[in-house]
């Protein structure tokens, strides 16, 4: 039968027990070190979804779903993963056997272990050297080395070389029939026995049977401690995600005396899964090298914010450490000035808005997600930033001053213009469309938003959109002068209590009409609509115009016919794609009426932010490249005839790329209503 000895040529093994509790008591020291630094945060509920969470594990920690979208990486990463899968497994096997006399390790199983421990072992060791080369040779910008990187690489490699040295010795010694199995093994037998004789084969086993032995324990030691730390927490991140609608803030309770500050402008005022967070991270830049801020030249860097507040978590638990002892010497002597204490900061140490994060950086920022789309872990970036704007607005005043004029418009006249609320109707009405005032039965609730209804550019857009609808028969009427902003740009830029006044005055004008149903051309309406408005009570079915388009095109209520064989390429609006899931019904549109859809080099899920985004429609850029240019440019390389959008702010932004680049003979910017409207 196939097997071998366990403990071949090993006296003693029974010592490993003591390194073993050794490393794990060190370990487990290490654990309840980050325990504490996380404890520093608020509760926070995260044991929601339990199946869900562990279906999340399977796909992306097991079938590495987002490692493999950047695949030189990801087949790295996937061979030192699945190696050191096979090699535990392995080992728990041969523990089975040799010390719970498990009768386990022989026939097919053996076989199998053989196999597959040299298989995945030598693809782990490869994947160990290209990581070593990419890391230190190749060098790209998104990696930062620090000591930790070269100790762990080190590490893995010589656990992995002195296995399969020792596998070489055993085989060189004692003849296995079943050494073809066991194939790097067995090419590691031939140069060691040209080389060395019996004895120092002999030797050499146990020298290195125990080195492997006490690497191993240093492995397991300082896990917790080290980089390797992601392997434990990089699943529990997965089964805590977000599952639900994402980007949805707290709701803060004006109401509420109790509530001293509203926002975050402190590590301890943010829950235990943000500073779990902290330690997630992997710091493979992949958040960075999709940000469009920090591509565009600006000082945001998504990575270096989360590694920032894991150095000022550290700083705050060693410093807590420190006063709790000077207050456990002087308990009995000093009780006012313990109390004192426990009343007021918690630390001394740097301040996380200003100092630790810079507060450009918290601005620069255009709520895309593309940081978190790419993060194989889940890491949540963009929540922190909104809170620590909220904790600028409501309590410190410090904002940018184009802010300023924007919030004024959006109290003073219900939309960012700052043009009279008493002319919102006008357009729409110019082109008889009627309000819920005058067609209370109407069975949609046609929502133009701002642009809609003020922008001259973004007018068209509604008129093209109207014009469709009312081809279909969709009996539909506007709240009009009713309507206010929806408040995504006031919410995004920390302005909590403007999206507030807005959002319930809007919900109130609703519900009273009784509507069910809403129709929207803009994402950041539709999704503050769908998503955020159920927080304040209003709970509505709400359909982006392209999802509805298509919908009356597939059911023959929309017939339109096929235009000229022209090419477009589809811009992806962040707030309709990362956010919201819809990718693929505004290019079914396109293709519906003839046109060849031309990709440009960052779409779908990677689609490049247009960048005015969390409010920076309404703020300048100070620093860098324009985001919107650059977006611009990647559409001039395909060379279109037309850009499609399906955003007032992403149509506008490209419009102005376009113009800038001088480039409107060569191709439109066109939304993708107005498309559709020229093939009635």
Sequence with gaps: MATRQVYWNIEGHIWLYLFFIISLAIFGYGVYKRLQLWKLGQPENRWKDVWPGIKDVIVYTFAHKRIFKDSYPGLMHASIFFGFLFLAFATAIITLQADFSLNLFHGWLYLFIKVTANLFGLAALIGIVVAAYRRYIQRPDRLDNKPDDAITLALLFAILLTGFIIQGARIAVLPDPWAGYAFVGQWMSVPLKALLNEAQLLSLHVFLWWLHLVLAMAFIAYFPYSKLFHILLGPLNQFFRNRGPIGIPEPIDFEDESLETFGKSQLREFSWKTLFNTDVCLRCGRCQDNCPAYLSGKHLNPKRIIQDMRVLMEETGAALQTQNKFMNQTAGQEAAVASETEEAEEWTGRALIGEVIPEDDLWACTTCRSCEQQ??????????????????????????????????????????????WSTRADYLTGLGVKTFEEDPNAEYLYWPGCSGAFDARNQRVSAALVKLLQAAGVHFAILGNEEKCCGDSARKLGNEYLFYSLASENIEVMNGYGVKKIITQCPHCYNFLKNEYPQLGGNFEVIHHTVFLLDLVKSGKLKLTKADRKTVTYHDSCYLGRYNEIYE?????????????KEMSHTGEKSFCCGAGGGRMWLEEHEGQRINEMRTDEAIAIKPDFVGTACPFCLTMIADGIAAREVGEQMKALDIAEILEKSL
């Design 375 to 420: 993060c194989p872990v889940f890491v949540e970036h963009v929540d922190k930033t909104i809170d620590m704007r909220r904790n600028l607005v409501l309590m410190e005043t410090r904002f940018p001053g184009e802010a300023q004029l924007a919030f004024r418009n959006m109290e003073n006249n219900g939309n960012p213009w700052g043009i009279g």
């Design 585 to 597: 019904q505004p290019r079914e549109l396109l293709k519906a009426v003839g046109l060849d859809i």
